[in-house]
DNA sequence: ATTTATTTGGAACATTCGTTCCAATAACTT
DNA sequence: AAGTTATTGGAACGAATGTTCCAAATAAAT
């Protein structure tokens, strides 16, 4: 009987996210949502509760796309330490092709938000976590297999690797160019040999 | 003949930054500028301007004090490479002792703003641009004096240095303990070896 | 085609934002 | 001590903020 939504959530919580992503959250007012989503207040207020809730949404989705991101460089026939090396050139890649420079997403809501929202930074923190178990399991296999040092521990070197990648992320908002991301990239993986 | 000014401006201007530096830029209202700062209005109008005049001078102060910092351990008696290792030391005692969790201002500013404000990101990049040019000098030294690898150039590594830094800052933000940032300048500093 | 339930657009809301203004204040000079 | 001049506090401003509301529109079911 009612009418039916007219348009695709997950797309709507795509074109949020990319605002909130290159502006911030209190950077980005209601009004430049409503011009980058397409619909109406009422309908964004309807759906997603207010702007917290919206911005909250947007982070669920960022989750998800990058679990599935990942699942799918999981199950590519490449060694741990191959795969390794290809997250961080696709890493570099990435920061690179992107114009708008928005950075790491994670990133951005740790260093504006740790500490003004309790909630959004544990959802910020989850999502870390998820990533440096799927680099500690590359890490354990890759020593396993032989192709990565042993002088340091799987955890230990899973979050040294971790830790690198925010510092690029940073560094390539920062504005630095090919050369000097594949610099740091060289001299961080060097640890694993 | 005029009355004179009332207030220190370099102890409002750090009273002002560390507001910017917990809040961000966005976060921060003038209402919570003039309480922490605890002069009027007019007086911080008249004296910086505006609330963005405020921000660039607060930016200016932190500059102008991580340059003294850095004299003053540029200038005792330890090697190079024990010089970084009290660096990375001093900094995960910093982020572990300082309770609001602020984070690195300068990395704060690159991710709030690098895509919003031009001015203030040449301002941060020319910040960054500085410590990694102490951190090239003193691995240059290490390398001549023989106490550091000579496996990566004194460029790429001082740039993995300062890259460790910022991941430092991010991780050390998200909430990481001792352990786990000790862990991280470990597996980093090892590179130096 | 009519009914029904929900979405939708846009006006309107109170609040907060950054900023301006002015009268009152107070310090330095003579 | 008196005059001069910049500082100061607080009221006031328009614009922008996040949010609410309601009448109109619309798609599904009868």
Known sequence: MPKTKQFDETEVLRKARNVFWVKGYNGTSMDELVRATGLSRSSIYDTFGDKHGLFVRSIQLYGQEEREALAKIMQNDFSPKKKIHLLFKG????????????????VNIITELSCLD????????EEMARSEE??????????AAGEI??????????????????GLRVTGKAGANRAILEDIAK???SVLD
Do not use: P
């Not at 309790?118 to 923190?125: L, R």
């Open 91 to 106: 890493m570099i890649g990435d920061i690179l092709e992107d114009k708008d420079n928005k950075g790491c997403f994670i």
């Open 118 to 125: 309790k909630q959004v930074t544990a959802m910020a923190s």
């Open 149 to 166: 040092n042993k002088s340091h521990s799987a955890r230990t070197l899973a979050r040294h690797l971790q830790n690198t990648i925010y």
């Open 134 to 143: 799927a680099l500690f399991q590359w890490v354990r296999q890759g020593q």
């Open 187 to 189: 001299a961080a993986l």
